[in-house]
């Protein structure tokens, strides 16, 4: 599906994303962690082709990508905070409406209805401007959109980290279903090792723009990871330990 | 209660829906929450009162005017407000009250034309400089603060003096001048716009340089756009004035409300109300459209929503 | 025993005709109390009209609010602004929008011991170097002088920890102290946190919407939902939590370990 060759990308003279090498197959759901800093959402967005400044190979369906891009909607991205993903003054129905008519598929009020179904809304949500809508249901309307052109990957920025647990529990759920039904291909980034525990096979630990580790899900849980960074993430993400306090 | 109530609160419901049947209904439910939220600002209420009474003035003059504008009657001329000229006449003997009452045509047309040039003027360069960015938005720029450098009334005067007195130059020039600053600020929204979530989703979805800009970048710029125009509004009426104090906008006998005043500087003295009631006029209307400006500021108010 | 350190009873946060807050009720001695809850549930405000810092349009009321026995509900907003930064303190989420951008962070440390009216400028330099430093803060003499967008997310947050204790206040109220920053800075800040809370015996309200943090760092968790406590318990008992809001969000909690 994706096939990234000493992959780097710039923001002016920085180096963000240094030299990053991976491939994810058709139907896989490849996670990658780090902190803030660590070049993980600009790497996400080299390969939506919405940052231009990157240099290397990389392979999409077996196509090479160039700088510049022309979107025909196989990629298509689901961003962090709900609030800034949907524009504040077009409604649901647009939203969705917007893709199918750039891209002349027909059908649109159709294909809208089965979009939310298919994200667990219903049609008293289609005429509604994103302040009607719960962070949990913004997000739910973010997957359909992104969802709506049948694409073959999707990425997914830190879907979750802007919602409450029960809600992130249910986007995660939806997430997992919907790969499932569509045979999808995920890239997660995200800072929070048990999302990318939850919803990838593989996952790539990236720090300071590289990949420092790359392991499966399967060891990640077993904290067989042998990477000292990852195994301080590993620690960090258990919580506070009460064996630390003096009392 | 009575029928009428009943079906004037279920049609207030239909309105205020949080989940909207169709889009015809969500748009009338935004233009709803909108009216309501200016109506509960009691300044930008008065502002709009103003603003309409205007145009009911404007559109009502003949039947309102006790007499013509320009019928002259010189054994009357400058006569004191009194119960046959309630604001007086002016030094041909022309009733003022008629002629401010119709004289809002004028000023309407001027705000109006303005209006409809220099806004997209400004709306359209500003996003585009904003969005394309490097060296189209240099250029762009670059002409805008050329535009900026210069004090408006005499960039104006120079525009008028070289295309000729006249209403329609006037406007003209006016409009020229006044695009500059709708450029700034749609230039400003747009580059915070640009690098949102929204933007990048509908670049995903294959989005053109020019739909995103129209469709995406222009509507949420019009907001700060439109509260900047009612705010210049005043400024606008008083360049119009202006022009026509100095005998470049609107030529004689038309009742415009700057020449008005021009008109009866001579007589300031003794006969304050040639001056003073165009005067008022003009600062009842610009404080109009200020309050109205001030109260859209706050009703559109992004952050609030 | 004596009176206890925060006793809140009734406590209701109305917004115009909509209740924020509805009937908060609980008492605190020198212990880490945690709040959880999710967006909503009113967690935030609670901490906040302890302090008696409310949005606008807010209205308080309750039977009691007391702080180590004075009625906080009587207090003129005089003894209210004396009490603050004293004797009990807030941290934020965000140290960026609670530094002052145009002031080095080792001077708005002294500022805060000065405006506690006992330190000459000198005495509150040395003071601020020492919480720096008290703060774990390696190089406290280099980052005395820096500006707080010169600064890391996690010094921003010590250095707001240092400016809260610098009153030596008896009652820190942290709402999502760490919810901005990396997991590996998170646990560096609640060490802090941890370490001067015992040294000065404080009590400590650690609000998040975190469960595990907040169960793996407080004596005692208070769970809320939509303006109510639904659940008190002990931290560590927090697993065998009995109202079905808790369990809900006990199972919502993605999980790394293989279960």
Redesign the interface.
């Known amino acids: 599906m994706i096939e990234a060759r000493t992959l780097t990308a710039r923001f002016g003279a920085t180096t963000v994303v240094d030299a990053v090498s991976f491939s994810v197959a058709a139907g896989e759901a490849f996670g990658i962690v780090g902190e803030s800093g660590s070049g993980k959402s600009t790497l996400l967005r080299v390969i939506a082709g919405l940052h231009e400044a990157w240099s290397g190979a990389l392979l999409l369906e077996g196509a090479p990508q160039g700088r510049r891009r022309s979107h025909r909607g196989r990629v298509q991205m689901v961003f962090q905070d709900p609030y800034g993903s949907l524009h504040p003054r077009h409604t649901v129905d647009r939203a969705l409406a917007e893709p199918l008519a750039i891209h002349h598929v027909g059908d649109a009020p159709g294909r809208i209805a089965a979009a939310l179904h298919a994200v667990g809304l219903d049609a008293a949500h289609r005429f509604r401007y994103p302040y009607q809508l719960s962070g949990g249901q913004r997000q739910r309307v973010a997957i359909a959109r992104a969802l709506i052109l049948e694409p073959a990957l999707l990425l997914l920025d830190e879907p979750t980290a802007a919602l409450d647990v029960s809600v992130q529990a249910e986007i995660i759920a939806l997430l997992q279903r919907l790969r499932r039904e569509r045979q999808l291909s995920y890239v997660l980034v995200s800072h929070n090792l048990a999302v990318v525990a939850q919803l990838c096979e593989r996952v790539a630990v990236m720090r300071e723009g590289r990949f420092i580790e790359e392991l499966a899900v399967g060891d990640l849980r077993a904290g067989s990871a042998h990477d000292p960074y990852t195994l301080e993430l590993l620690r960090a993400s258990a919580g506070f330990r009460r064996a630390a306090r003096r009392v | 209660m009575s029928r009428a109530a009943w079906a004037g609160q279920g049609w207030r419901a239909w309105l205020g829906s949080a989940a909207p049947n169709s889009r015809r209904q969500a748009r009338l439910g935004e233009i709803y929450r909108f009216s309501r939220a200016l109506m509960r600002h009691p300044l930008a209420a008065a502002g709009l009162a103003i603003v309409l009474l205007l145009v009911l003035i404007a559109a009502l003059a003949p039947l309102l005017a006790p007499h013509a504008p320009s019928a002259q009657h010189l054994a009357d001329r400058l006569r004191g407000p009194g119960a046959q000229h309630w604001l007086g006449t002016d030094e041909l003997g022309r009733d003022i009250l008629s002629r401010l009452l119709f004289g809002t045509r004028i000023t309407l047309g001027i705000v109006a034309l303005v209006t409809a040039i220099a806004a997209p003027i400004g709306l359209a360069i500003g996003c585009m400089a904003g969005y394309a960015g490097g060296w189209v938005d240099a250029a762009l720029m670059r002409v805008t603060d050329v535009f900026l450098a210069l004090p408006r009334l005499i960039l104006a005067l120079a525009f008028v003096a070289a295309l000729g007195p006249g209403i329609e130059n006037a406007v003209l020039a006016i409009a020229l001048v006044a695009w500059p600053p709708y450029a700034r600020i749609a230039r400003a929204e747009t580059l915070a716009l640009r690098r949102s979530d929204f933007i990048a989703a509908a670049l995903l979805a294959g989005a053109s340089p020019g739909r995103i800009v129209l469709r995406h970048i222009m509507p949420l710029c019009l907001s700060s756009v439109i509260v900047r125009v009612s705010l210049d509004m005043a400024g606008v009426i008083l360049i119009a004035a202006g022009l026509g104090f100095l005998g470049l906008g609107a030529q004689p006998p038309a009742p415009e409300w700057g020449a008005m005043i021009a008109a009866g500087r001579k007589y300031m003295l003794d006969q304050w109300w040639v001056a003073a009631m165009p005067g008022i006029a003009i600062a009842v209307v610009s404080l109009g459209f200020n309050l109205l400006g001030d109260g859209l500021r706050d009703v559109l108010d992004p952050k609030q929503r | 025993m004596t009176a206890p350190l925060l006793e809140v009873s009734d406590l209701v946060l109305r917004f115009g005709d909509t209740e924020a807050v509805r009937g908060v009720s609980f008492a605190m001695g020198r212990e880490r109390l945690g709040i959880v809850g ?2 909503g549930s009113g967690k935030s405000l609670t901490g906040r009209a302890i302090l008696r810092l409310l949005p606008s349009g807010a209205t308080l009321q309750a039977t009691r609010l007391a702080f180590a026995g004075a009625d906080l509900l009587a207090a003129t907003e005089r003894e209210m602004r004396a009490l603050r930064g004293r004797r009990m303190a807030l941290v934020l989420q965000d140290p960026r929008f609670s530094l002052n951008p145009l002031m080095s962070v080792g001077r708005q440390i002294a500022e805060a011991y000065r405006a506690h009216g006992r330190a000459s400028m000198r005495e509150a330099r040395a003071q601020a170097l020492a919480m720096l430093e008290a703060v774990r803060i390696r190089e406290p003499q280099r980052v005395h002088d820096l500006y707080p967008h010169q600064i890391s ?1 996690g010094m921003g947050q010590r250095v707001m920890i240092a400016m809260m204790l610098a009153g030596d206040p008896d009652l820190l109220i942290a709402d999502e102290p760490t919810s901005a920053l ?6 560096q800040v ?2 802090v946190l ?1 370490e001067q809370a ?1 040294r000065r015996d404080m009590g400590l309200i650690l609000i998040s ?1 975190d ?3 907040v ?3 407080c004596d005692r968790v208070l769970v809320m939902e939509r303006g109510r406590i639904v659940e008190s318990c002990a931290a560590a008992a927090l697993d065998q939590a009995q109202h079905p809001y808790t369990r ?2 006990l ?8 279960s």
Request: charged share 25%.
């Open positions: 999710e967006s997310g990396d997991v590996t800075v998170r646990v609640l060490a941890d015992s919407h469960l595990d943090l169960a793996s760092f809900r969000l199972a919502s909690r993605p999980l790394l370990a293989a």
